[in-house]
């Protein structure tokens, strides 16, 4: 076992240097961690209209790869960086001696009421330590076991009375991964260069928020390293509806495969169609009299359903032959299908302007 601290070296310039601490009866232990960030600035005091140039370095000093390293950077409202909120960068897998560095421009929001002729602001870096435990001497994955850890450094960019926060955060190893594939909906083509972004929206000790980024490769898949948690999943691609998968949990040491994302060509304002078959999982027979409902999004099983113009909710009811049809925009959704007698059943589907796969959509249904 080997207890860790970040020690922070305060100043114009702010390095979070990673040290291991030897415990008493440990198997191994190490000197020193591998991983050295440094958050640096450009001046300490800009004018309102200036641009401050931060960097991140992220460098492995040690004699063994960190797995799946990723800064992620927060500008607070209050601020812009390119226009964005996140500045991030994922370094994956680090060799001894490998350096990765992101260097971004943050200013003023312009919408900020509190800003004068003549002022000036500041960057100040504040630190604190901060100690782990953790129960692996081998960064190089699943022979040493799977891990995670994080911290987070803030930045104060002060103006008169009023601090705004930029909040850096590093973590690396993982807990598990999400892998799967992004297509058309219509051809069935993989989807090369999708941006595919996880959300964290609760893990262990309560701490949520972190965002991590990827895309998919030429063959339309992808594969996401993340910390224990649960995550909402985006899907963004030119030409198409963006999609969001909801609720995916990322096990300790497990690799979850999410079905192929269909993606819709079009845009969300654009009208489509849906429908399918529901029957019975035993025996196939059709089940008629089905009602059935819509969210907007993968895998939403609470929440409100999907309305029309009107304000009323879209539903529609299994014929004699179990099917159904509905008039959606084009996107992602999960039916809701409720029948006396059975499990409720969530199962997601597409709303597309053409193709005949949209309307060939069917789940089946088990008995309560």
Known sequence: MKLWKRAVTLGAACVLALTALPVSGAAQTVSASPLTVSITADKSSYATTDFAKISVSVANKGAVT???????????????????????????????????????????????????????????????????????????????????????????????????????????????????????????????????????????????GLKVFSATGGDGTYCLALPAGTYNLTFTVAGHVAAIHYSLTVAVGATKNIPTINLVPGTASTPGQAGGKITNISGGAAISGATVRFRYGINRTGGSYYIDGGGNVIQRTTDAAGNYSATLPCGNYTAEVVKTGFATLYYSIYSAAEGTGRFNQDAAMTSS
């Not at 607070?76 to 560095?101: C, H, I, W």
């Not at 995670?148 to 009023?162: A, E, F, H």
Request: glycine share 12%; net charge neutral.
């Open 66 to 208: 960190v797995e799946d390293v990723t800064v992620n950077n927060i500008v607070p409202p209050g601020l812009r960086a390119y226009s964005k909120t996140a500045m991030n960068f994922l370094a994956g897998d680090m060799a001894p001696g490998a350096q990765m560095t992101l260097a971004y421009q943050v200013c003023l929001a312009p919408d900020r009421g509190d800003i004068t002729s003549g002022q000036r602001f500041a960057i100040n870096f504040k630190s604190f330590f901060k100690r782990w435990t953790l129960p692996y001497a081998d960064f190089s994955g699943p022979a040493g076991g799977f891990y995670s850890m994080n911290d987070s450094t803030t930045i104060k960019v002060s103006l008169g009375g009023r601090s705004e926060t930029l909040t850096t955060t590093v973590f690396y190893g993982h807990a598990g991964r999400l892998t799967g594939s992004v297509a058309d909906c219509l051809s069935g083509a993989p989807l090369a260069g999708a941006a595919v972004t996880a959300y964290q929206t609760a893990a262990p000790g309560g701490s949520t």
